[in-house]
């Protein structure tokens, strides 16, 4: 089965710029996660959405980060504009819903480098 | 507010020695403890959980020892392996509560030489 999967894997942009990350999450997951990962704050919930619908965002940082998931297979993570503290590794995961039984699966990110 | 404290931050273990990794919480209405591993360039993978109603949990070479009195639990890795060398998270979910959400220990770097 294909897990998660997530593009770019690396991207490296200037201060300013518009980032777009996306993920593909594993058929049949309803829940689709958004993470950030520092060395500072360690790994952050951004985002979750369940049934295409976001259910919470209490994570996103500030109104220069924005999420969507059109339909069951793809989301993505908008940063506008970039910011150098943006610098991140962003991960993606799905899971069926079903709360605390059901696993999270996590793509294997994106490392974003903002200069 | 770290909700999930984890130590140590580093831990270098010779081959076939134990791996121990421990980790405390806060909040009495987290109801599921998962670890997670996690290889360089990889996304975190589920390794093993527990749920407070046991007291240890094995799967192979990997254990959770869980004290809920304490409110502390463990991982435990026999016979380390230089494959186990990877980024090991504790986390914990409220199942009643936003049971979605997982908070995640700071992560502790395991090297397990030759």
């Known amino acids: 089965d294909a897990g998660v999967i997530q593009s770019p894997r690396h991207e490296v942009t200037e201060m300013g710029q518009e980032v777009t990350l996306r993920c593909k999450p594993i058929?049949?997951?309803?829940?689709l996660f958004w993470y950030r990962q520092t060395m500072m704050r360690g790994l952050e919930l951004l985002i979750y959405?369940?049934?295409?619908?976001?259910?919470?965002d209490s994570g996103m940082p500030e109104d220069r980060f924005s999420a969507k998931m059109p339909n069951a297979s793809f989301s993505t993570l908008k940063i506008q504009p970039s910011e150098p503290r943006d610098s991140a590794v962003y991960f993606c995961?799905?899971?069926?819903?079903?709360?605390?039984?059901?696993?999270?699966?996590f793509g294997d990110g994106t490392r974003l480098s903002i200069l | 507010q770290q909700q999930v404290k984890q130590s140590p931050q580093s831990l270098i273990v010779q081959k076939g020695g134990i791996s121990i990794i421990n980790c405390a919480y806060e909040?009495?209405?987290?109801?599921?403890f998962p670890w997670y591993q996690q290889f360089p360039g990889k996304g975190p993978a589920l390794l093993i959980a527990?749920?407070?109603?046991?007291s240890e949990k094995k799967e192979g070479r990997f254990t959770i020892s869980f004290n809920k009195s304490a409110k502390q639990f463990s991982l435990h890795i026999m016979d380390s392996q230089p494959g186990d060398s990877a980024t090991y998270f504790c986390?914990?979910?409220?199942?009643?509560?936003?049971?979605?959400?997982?908070?995640f220990g700071k992560g502790t770097l395991l090297t397990v030489n030759p």
């Open positions: 995961a799905s899971s069926k819903t079903g709360g605390s039984n059901q696993p999270q699966h």
């Open positions: 058929s049949g997951h309803n829940s």
């Open positions: 959405f369940n049934n295409n619908v976001p259910i919470d």
């Open positions: 909040n009495t209405a987290f109801d599921y």
């Open positions: 527990i749920r407070p109603d046991v």
């Open positions: 986390a914990a979910i409220n199942s009643g509560g936003s049971n979605y959400k997982l908070t």
